[in-house]
Protein backbone atom coordinates (compact mmCIF):
# COMPACT_ATOMS: atom_id res chain seq x y z
CA UNK A 1 0.00 0.00 0.00
CA UNK A 2 1.05 3.29 -0.82
CA UNK A 3 0.17 6.47 1.44
CA UNK A 4 -1.61 8.28 -1.10
CA UNK A 5 -3.72 5.89 -2.17
CA UNK A 6 -4.76 5.26 1.66
CA UNK A 7 -7.76 6.84 2.92
CA UNK A 8 -6.87 6.97 7.06
CA UNK A 9 -10.75 7.57 8.33
CA UNK A 10 -11.57 6.56 11.35
CA UNK A 11 -8.78 4.35 11.00
CA UNK A 12 -6.42 4.37 14.14
CA UNK A 13 -2.82 4.45 12.61
CA UNK A 14 0.61 4.08 14.11
CA UNK A 15 3.32 5.97 13.00
CA UNK A 16 7.28 5.21 13.96
CA UNK A 17 8.49 8.56 13.41
CA UNK A 18 12.32 10.60 14.38
CA UNK A 19 12.19 12.69 16.79
CA UNK A 20 15.45 12.06 17.78
CA UNK A 21 16.02 16.00 17.61
CA UNK A 22 18.72 17.77 19.43
CA UNK A 23 18.00 19.65 22.94
CA UNK A 24 19.85 22.33 25.12
CA UNK A 25 19.92 21.80 28.79
CA UNK A 26 16.64 23.12 29.35
CA UNK A 27 14.79 20.81 26.30
CA UNK A 28 14.36 23.46 24.12
CA UNK A 29 14.47 22.50 20.99
CA UNK A 30 17.96 23.03 18.89
CA UNK A 31 16.98 22.00 15.41
CA UNK A 32 13.35 20.52 14.82
CA UNK A 33 14.12 19.74 10.85
CA UNK A 34 13.43 16.01 12.23
CA UNK A 35 9.95 17.32 13.28
CA UNK A 36 9.03 19.38 10.38
CA UNK A 37 10.27 16.27 7.94
CA UNK A 38 7.65 13.74 9.40
CA UNK A 39 4.88 17.22 8.81
CA UNK A 40 3.28 15.72 5.68
CA UNK A 41 2.45 12.32 6.64
CA UNK A 42 1.07 13.15 10.08
CA UNK A 43 -1.02 16.13 8.75
CA UNK A 44 -2.21 13.42 5.57
CA UNK A 45 -3.53 11.21 8.50
CA UNK A 46 -5.05 14.12 10.49
CA UNK A 47 -6.25 15.76 7.46
CA UNK A 48 -8.37 12.11 6.18
CA UNK A 49 -9.85 11.97 9.87
CA UNK A 50 -7.50 8.93 11.19
CA UNK A 51 -6.96 8.22 15.00
CA UNK A 52 -2.97 9.06 14.86
CA UNK A 53 -0.75 7.70 17.10
CA UNK A 54 3.07 8.69 16.93
CA UNK A 55 6.15 7.02 18.70
CA UNK A 56 9.96 7.94 18.17
CA UNK A 57 13.18 7.57 20.28
CA UNK A 58 15.39 10.04 21.49
CA UNK A 59 18.58 9.22 22.68
CA UNK A 60 20.36 6.13 24.14
CA UNK A 61 18.04 5.46 27.43
CA UNK A 62 19.40 2.57 29.85
CA UNK A 63 16.59 2.58 31.87
CA UNK A 64 12.42 3.05 31.99
CA UNK A 65 11.83 5.80 32.46
CA UNK A 66 14.94 7.85 31.80
CA UNK A 67 13.46 11.89 32.65
CA UNK A 68 16.17 13.12 29.96
CA UNK A 69 14.95 11.18 27.13
CA UNK A 70 11.46 12.00 27.94
CA UNK A 71 8.94 12.84 24.63
CA UNK A 72 7.19 15.13 27.18
CA UNK A 73 9.66 18.11 26.10
CA UNK A 74 9.13 18.12 22.49
CA UNK A 75 5.00 17.44 23.25
CA UNK A 76 4.49 21.45 22.49
CA UNK A 77 6.57 21.87 19.73
CA UNK A 78 4.79 18.48 17.99
CA UNK A 79 1.58 20.11 18.61
CA UNK A 80 2.10 23.73 17.34
CA UNK A 81 3.84 22.07 14.20
CA UNK A 82 0.84 19.67 13.73
CA UNK A 83 -2.20 22.11 14.21
CA UNK A 84 -3.75 19.58 16.82
CA UNK A 85 -3.57 19.37 20.38
CA UNK A 86 -1.80 16.20 20.54
CA UNK A 87 -1.92 14.02 24.06
CA UNK A 88 0.67 11.74 25.72
CA UNK A 89 0.84 8.34 26.76
CA UNK A 90 3.54 8.28 29.59
CA UNK A 91 4.11 4.69 29.10
CA UNK A 92 4.45 3.54 25.60
CA UNK A 93 3.55 -0.35 26.50
CA UNK A 94 0.09 0.94 28.68
CA UNK A 95 -1.71 3.19 25.99
CA UNK A 96 -4.37 1.38 25.45
CA UNK A 97 -6.95 3.76 27.13
CA UNK A 98 -5.76 6.34 25.86
CA UNK A 99 -5.97 5.03 22.21
CA UNK A 100 -9.18 4.07 22.82
CA UNK A 101 -10.20 6.99 23.45
CA UNK A 102 -8.88 8.70 20.39
CA UNK A 103 -11.34 10.13 18.23
CA UNK A 104 -11.22 10.82 14.53
CA UNK A 105 -8.70 13.71 13.86
CA UNK A 106 -6.74 13.35 17.08
CA UNK A 107 -3.55 11.88 17.68
CA UNK A 108 -1.47 10.69 20.85
CA UNK A 109 2.74 10.85 21.29
CA UNK A 110 3.85 7.56 23.05
CA UNK A 111 6.20 8.41 25.40
CA UNK A 112 10.25 7.04 24.32
CA UNK A 113 9.82 3.90 22.96
CA UNK A 114 13.35 3.16 23.70
CA UNK A 115 12.25 3.57 27.32
CA UNK A 116 11.55 -0.53 26.77
CA UNK A 117 14.80 -2.36 26.17
CA UNK A 118 12.61 -4.32 24.32
CA UNK A 119 12.46 -1.75 21.61
CA UNK A 120 16.37 -2.45 20.31
CA UNK A 121 16.00 -5.84 21.26
CA UNK A 122 19.82 -5.81 23.24
CA UNK A 123 20.19 -6.35 26.46
CA UNK A 124 20.81 -3.82 29.41
CA UNK A 125 23.42 -3.60 32.16
CA UNK A 126 25.14 -6.45 30.71
CA UNK A 127 28.33 -6.70 29.13
CA UNK A 128 28.70 -8.62 25.53
CA UNK A 129 31.47 -10.49 26.93
CA UNK A 130 29.37 -11.99 29.75
CA UNK A 131 28.89 -15.72 29.44
CA UNK A 132 25.14 -14.55 30.08
CA UNK A 133 24.68 -12.19 27.46
CA UNK A 134 23.65 -14.98 24.95
CA UNK A 135 21.01 -16.25 26.79
CA UNK A 136 19.82 -13.15 27.52
CA UNK A 137 19.71 -11.47 24.24
CA UNK A 138 17.69 -14.29 23.52
CA UNK A 139 15.08 -13.72 25.80
CA UNK A 140 14.87 -9.95 25.33
CA UNK A 141 14.40 -10.84 21.23
CA UNK A 142 11.50 -12.68 22.25
CA UNK A 143 10.02 -10.17 24.21
CA UNK A 144 10.74 -7.87 22.20
CA UNK A 145 8.09 -9.89 19.50
CA UNK A 146 5.55 -9.09 22.71
CA UNK A 147 6.05 -5.75 22.76
CA UNK A 148 5.72 -5.04 19.52
CA UNK A 149 2.32 -7.18 19.71
CA UNK A 150 1.28 -4.96 22.26
CA UNK A 151 2.15 -1.69 20.15
CA UNK A 152 0.54 -3.26 17.44
CA UNK A 153 -2.52 -3.45 18.76
CA UNK A 154 -2.78 0.22 19.87
CA UNK A 155 -3.44 0.00 15.55
CA UNK A 156 -5.82 -0.97 12.26
CA UNK A 157 -2.79 0.44 10.32
CA UNK A 158 1.05 1.02 10.54
CA UNK A 159 3.44 3.87 8.92
CA UNK A 160 7.04 4.15 9.30
CA UNK A 161 8.50 7.74 8.32
CA UNK A 162 11.99 6.82 10.27
CA UNK A 163 14.68 6.15 7.65
CA UNK A 164 17.28 7.10 9.70
CA UNK A 165 16.75 3.77 12.13
CA UNK A 166 15.33 1.77 8.67
CA UNK A 167 19.09 0.02 9.33
CA UNK A 168 17.74 -1.42 12.74
CA UNK A 169 15.55 -4.08 13.32
CA UNK A 170 13.67 -2.74 16.30
CA UNK A 171 10.40 -3.32 17.51
CA UNK A 172 8.79 -0.20 15.80
CA UNK A 173 10.86 -0.03 13.10
CA UNK A 174 10.71 -3.40 11.58
CA UNK A 175 9.56 -6.50 14.09
CA UNK A 176 5.94 -4.83 14.53
CA UNK A 177 5.09 -4.20 10.78
CA UNK A 178 4.56 -8.18 10.62
CA UNK A 179 1.56 -8.10 12.52
CA UNK A 180 -0.51 -6.13 9.22
CA UNK A 181 -0.97 -7.10 6.34
CA UNK A 182 0.94 -5.83 3.17
CA UNK A 183 -2.99 -3.12 2.38
CA UNK A 184 -2.51 -2.02 6.40
CA UNK A 185 0.98 -1.14 6.34
CA UNK A 186 3.66 1.85 4.31
CA UNK A 187 6.01 4.15 4.21
CA UNK A 188 5.08 7.93 4.82
CA UNK A 189 6.14 10.20 2.70
CA UNK A 190 9.92 11.27 4.24
CA UNK A 191 10.79 7.43 3.67
CA UNK A 192 8.79 6.54 0.40
CA UNK A 193 10.74 9.61 -0.92
CA UNK A 194 14.72 8.15 0.68
CA UNK A 195 13.59 4.69 -0.55
CA UNK A 196 12.99 5.85 -4.22
CA UNK A 197 15.92 8.03 -4.64
CA UNK A 198 18.12 5.37 -3.28
CA UNK A 199 16.48 3.56 -6.00
CA UNK A 200 17.04 5.76 -8.39
CA UNK A 201 20.37 6.04 -7.96
CA UNK A 202 21.34 2.33 -7.75
CA UNK A 203 18.77 0.19 -9.28
CA UNK A 204 16.54 2.45 -12.05
CA UNK A 205 19.43 4.87 -12.76
CA UNK A 206 19.86 6.80 -15.95
CA UNK A 207 23.90 6.31 -17.52
CA UNK A 208 26.24 7.62 -16.95
CA UNK A 209 26.60 7.23 -13.34
CA UNK A 210 28.65 8.74 -11.01
CA UNK A 211 29.56 7.82 -7.46
CA UNK A 212 32.17 10.14 -5.51
CA UNK A 213 33.36 8.97 -2.76
CA UNK A 214 35.39 10.89 -0.36
CA UNK A 215 36.22 10.79 3.51
CA UNK A 216 38.83 10.08 5.34
CA UNK A 217 39.70 6.38 4.85
CA UNK A 218 39.13 3.71 2.23
CA UNK A 219 38.59 1.16 5.61
CA UNK A 220 35.26 2.66 6.25
CA UNK A 221 34.05 3.15 2.85
CA UNK A 222 35.22 -0.22 1.17
CA UNK A 223 32.30 -2.00 1.53
CA UNK A 224 30.01 1.15 -0.51
CA UNK A 225 33.11 0.99 -2.88
CA UNK A 226 32.63 -2.56 -3.70
CA UNK A 227 29.03 -2.53 -4.03
CA UNK A 228 28.99 1.05 -6.11
CA UNK A 229 31.70 -0.99 -8.47
CA UNK A 230 29.01 -3.18 -9.66
CA UNK A 231 26.13 0.00 -10.33
CA UNK A 232 28.32 2.86 -11.91
CA UNK A 233 30.46 4.44 -14.86
CA UNK A 234 32.82 6.39 -13.04
CA UNK A 235 34.03 6.50 -9.52
CA UNK A 236 35.26 9.99 -8.25
CA UNK A 237 37.69 9.48 -4.83
CA UNK A 238 38.31 12.04 -3.07
CA UNK A 239 39.30 12.97 0.48
CA UNK A 240 41.65 11.79 2.75
CA UNK A 241 41.47 8.23 1.19
CA UNK A 242 42.69 9.06 -2.29
CA UNK A 243 46.62 8.71 -0.31
CA UNK A 244 45.84 4.82 0.09
CA UNK A 245 45.33 4.70 -3.52
CA UNK A 246 48.27 6.61 -4.24
CA UNK A 247 50.44 4.85 -2.09
CA UNK A 248 49.33 1.85 -3.71
CA UNK A 249 50.10 2.99 -7.23
CA UNK A 250 53.44 3.40 -5.90
CA UNK A 251 53.17 7.35 -5.24
CA UNK A 252 54.35 9.57 -2.34
CA UNK A 253 52.22 10.18 0.09
CA UNK A 254 53.84 12.52 2.60
CA UNK A 255 52.57 13.29 5.82
CA UNK A 256 49.28 12.73 4.08
CA UNK A 257 45.96 10.64 5.89
CA UNK A 258 47.00 6.82 4.90
CA UNK A 259 46.04 3.47 5.62
CA UNK A 260 49.31 1.07 4.35
CA UNK A 261 47.20 -2.18 5.47
CA UNK A 262 44.60 -1.24 3.04
CA UNK A 263 46.94 -0.84 0.28
CA UNK A 264 45.93 -4.51 -1.17
CA UNK A 265 42.29 -3.58 -0.62
CA UNK A 266 42.81 -0.54 -2.69
CA UNK A 267 44.75 -2.53 -5.77
CA UNK A 268 42.18 -4.91 -5.60
CA UNK A 269 39.37 -2.46 -6.33
CA UNK A 270 41.67 -0.50 -9.14
CA UNK A 271 41.77 -4.35 -10.93
CA UNK A 272 37.85 -4.78 -10.26
CA UNK A 273 37.63 -1.51 -11.75
CA UNK A 274 39.06 -2.31 -14.67
CA UNK A 275 37.20 -5.63 -15.36
CA UNK A 276 34.33 -4.04 -15.26
CA UNK A 277 34.81 -0.50 -16.93
CA UNK A 278 34.18 1.52 -14.32
CA UNK A 279 36.52 4.66 -14.93
CA UNK A 280 38.37 5.43 -11.40
CA UNK A 281 38.89 9.06 -11.22
CA UNK A 282 41.80 9.90 -8.25
CA UNK A 283 43.01 13.74 -7.57
CA UNK A 284 46.15 14.74 -10.10
CA UNK A 285 47.09 17.58 -7.30
CA UNK A 286 46.32 18.35 -3.61
CA UNK A 287 46.34 21.13 -1.40
CA UNK A 288 49.35 20.41 0.99
CA UNK A 289 49.94 21.80 4.43
CA UNK A 290 53.02 21.44 6.62
CA UNK A 291 50.60 21.21 9.71
CA UNK A 292 47.19 20.03 10.21
CA UNK A 293 45.92 23.37 10.79
CA UNK A 294 43.99 25.82 9.50
CA UNK A 295 46.61 28.25 9.57
CA UNK A 296 49.54 26.25 7.96
CA UNK A 297 51.57 27.24 5.40
CA UNK A 298 50.25 25.42 2.00
CA UNK A 299 51.48 24.78 -1.62
CA UNK A 300 49.81 23.02 -4.56
CA UNK A 301 51.47 19.85 -5.07
CA UNK A 302 51.31 17.12 -7.40
CA UNK A 303 48.82 14.91 -5.77
CA UNK A 304 51.25 11.28 -6.12
CA UNK A 305 54.46 13.36 -5.26
CA UNK A 306 53.86 14.91 -1.77
CA UNK A 307 56.84 15.97 -0.42
CA UNK A 308 57.95 14.71 3.18
CA UNK A 309 56.85 16.66 5.98
CA UNK A 310 53.63 17.86 3.96
CA UNK A 311 50.19 16.46 3.80
CA UNK A 312 47.10 16.54 1.03
CA UNK A 313 44.40 18.56 3.13
CA UNK A 314 41.84 18.87 -0.12
CA UNK A 315 41.94 18.36 -3.71
CA UNK A 316 43.84 20.88 -5.77
CA UNK A 317 42.29 22.85 -8.58
CA UNK A 318 43.40 20.52 -11.45
CA UNK A 319 41.79 17.98 -9.95
CA UNK A 320 38.81 19.75 -9.25
CA UNK A 321 38.38 20.57 -12.71
CA UNK A 322 38.92 17.07 -14.07
CA UNK A 323 36.48 15.91 -11.41
CA UNK A 324 33.75 18.63 -12.57
CA UNK A 325 33.81 17.53 -16.09
CA UNK A 326 33.56 13.48 -15.07
CA UNK A 327 30.38 15.34 -12.66
CA UNK A 328 28.62 17.41 -15.04
CA UNK A 329 28.47 14.94 -18.02
CA UNK A 330 26.71 12.69 -15.79
CA UNK A 331 22.89 11.47 -15.33
CA UNK A 332 23.07 10.06 -12.39
CA UNK A 333 25.21 11.06 -9.36
CA UNK A 334 25.87 9.90 -6.00
CA UNK A 335 27.75 11.90 -3.20
CA UNK A 336 28.94 10.81 0.16
CA UNK A 337 32.19 12.25 1.86
CA UNK A 338 34.35 15.50 1.35
CA UNK A 339 37.04 15.93 -0.66
CA UNK A 340 39.03 17.46 2.26
CA UNK A 341 39.10 19.07 5.56
CA UNK A 342 36.32 21.07 4.89
CA UNK A 343 35.64 22.16 8.58
CA UNK A 344 38.95 24.37 8.35
CA UNK A 345 38.30 27.28 5.89
CA UNK A 346 41.31 26.87 4.32
CA UNK A 347 40.88 23.69 2.90
CA UNK A 348 37.26 23.86 1.53
CA UNK A 349 37.75 24.85 -1.92
CA UNK A 350 37.61 21.17 -3.22
CA UNK A 351 34.19 20.36 -1.24
CA UNK A 352 32.93 23.62 -2.54
CA UNK A 353 33.95 22.89 -6.34
CA UNK A 354 32.47 19.40 -5.76
CA UNK A 355 29.48 20.23 -4.70
CA UNK A 356 28.99 23.05 -7.42
CA UNK A 357 29.97 20.71 -9.91
CA UNK A 358 27.03 18.59 -8.69
CA UNK A 359 24.35 21.44 -8.71
CA UNK A 360 25.38 22.33 -12.36
CA UNK A 361 25.14 18.82 -13.04
CA UNK A 362 21.83 18.77 -11.56
CA UNK A 363 20.57 22.25 -12.88
CA UNK A 364 22.01 21.93 -16.23
CA UNK A 365 22.27 18.51 -17.39
CA UNK A 366 19.07 17.26 -15.47
CA UNK A 367 20.89 14.69 -13.21
CA UNK A 368 19.15 13.33 -10.38
CA UNK A 369 21.55 13.92 -7.95
CA UNK A 370 21.68 12.09 -4.56
CA UNK A 371 23.79 13.56 -1.52
CA UNK A 372 24.02 11.52 1.64
CA UNK A 373 25.79 10.11 4.66
CA UNK A 374 27.28 12.51 7.38
CA UNK A 375 30.42 15.13 6.89
CA UNK A 376 29.04 15.65 3.11
CA UNK A 377 24.99 16.39 4.29
CA UNK A 378 27.05 19.18 6.41
CA UNK A 379 28.82 20.60 3.41
CA UNK A 380 26.16 21.20 1.28
CA UNK A 381 24.05 22.41 3.94
CA UNK A 382 26.59 24.50 5.44
CA UNK A 383 27.57 25.98 1.48
CA UNK A 384 24.33 26.39 0.16
CA UNK A 385 23.92 23.66 -1.70
CA UNK A 386 21.39 21.82 -0.06
CA UNK A 387 18.44 22.73 -2.76
CA UNK A 388 20.70 22.56 -5.85
CA UNK A 389 20.75 19.15 -5.68
CA UNK A 390 17.50 16.89 -6.27
CA UNK A 391 17.90 15.18 -2.98
CA UNK A 392 19.79 15.48 0.64
CA UNK A 393 19.55 11.99 2.84
CA UNK A 394 18.10 12.66 6.03
CA UNK A 395 19.71 9.15 7.19
CA UNK A 396 23.01 9.03 8.33
CA UNK A 397 24.13 5.27 8.70
CA UNK A 398 20.67 4.07 7.17
CA UNK A 399 21.78 5.40 3.83
CA UNK A 400 25.12 4.08 4.15
CA UNK A 401 23.86 0.96 4.29
CA UNK A 402 21.67 0.92 1.57
CA UNK A 403 24.69 2.22 -0.66
CA UNK A 404 27.04 -0.79 0.43
CA UNK A 405 24.12 -2.97 -0.66
CA UNK A 406 22.45 -3.86 2.51
CA UNK A 407 18.74 -4.83 2.87
CA UNK A 408 17.33 -2.29 5.44
CA UNK A 409 15.02 -3.95 8.29
CA UNK A 410 12.56 -1.30 7.82
CA UNK A 411 12.01 -1.15 4.51
CA UNK A 412 11.86 -5.20 3.96
CA UNK A 413 9.41 -5.08 7.02
CA UNK A 414 6.59 -3.20 4.66
CA UNK A 415 8.01 -3.97 1.13
CA UNK A 416 8.42 -8.00 1.99
P1 LIG B 1 34.19 10.34 6.80
O1 LIG B 1 33.65 10.44 8.19
O2 LIG B 1 34.95 9.10 6.51
O3 LIG B 1 33.15 10.65 5.75
O4 LIG B 1 35.28 11.47 6.69
C1 LIG B 1 35.01 12.82 6.88
C2 LIG B 1 36.23 13.48 7.45
O5 LIG B 1 37.32 13.27 6.58
C3 LIG B 1 36.08 14.97 7.62
O6 LIG B 1 36.14 15.26 8.99
C4 LIG B 1 37.31 15.53 6.90
O7 LIG B 1 37.96 16.53 7.62
C5 LIG B 1 38.21 14.33 6.76
N1 LIG B 1 39.12 14.45 5.62
C6 LIG B 1 38.78 14.61 4.33
N2 LIG B 1 39.88 14.73 3.57
C7 LIG B 1 40.95 14.67 4.40
C8 LIG B 1 42.36 14.75 4.19
N3 LIG B 1 42.88 14.91 2.98
N4 LIG B 1 43.13 14.62 5.29
C9 LIG B 1 42.60 14.45 6.52
N5 LIG B 1 41.28 14.37 6.76
C10 LIG B 1 40.45 14.48 5.72
Known sequence: MTIDKFNFAGKKTFVRVDFNVPVDENFNITDDTRIVAAMPTLKKIIADGGRLIIASHMGRPKKNPDPKYSLKYILKHVSECLGVDVKFAEDCAKAQE???????????????????????????????????????????????????????????????????????????????ADFFDADHKMFGYLMEKEVVAVEKVLNNSVKPVTAIIGGSKVSSKITIIENLLQKVDNLVIIGGMAYTFVLAKGGKVGNSLCEPDQVDVALAVLKKAEELGVKIVLPVDCLAADNFDNNANTQVVDNNNVPDGWEGMDIGPKSAALMAGVIESSKTILWNGPAGVFEFSNFQAGTKA??????????????????????????????????????????????????EGKILPGIAAIKG
Do not use: C
Not at 126 to 138: C, L, Q, V
Not at 162 to 169: E, I, L, Q
Open 98 to 176: QVAALKDGEALLLENVRFYAEEEGKPRGIEKEDPAYDAAKKELKAAQKEFAKTLASYADVYVNDAFGTAHRKHATTAVM
Open 354 to 403: IATAVANATAKNGAFSLVGGGDSVSAVKQFGFADKVSYVSTGGGALLEAI
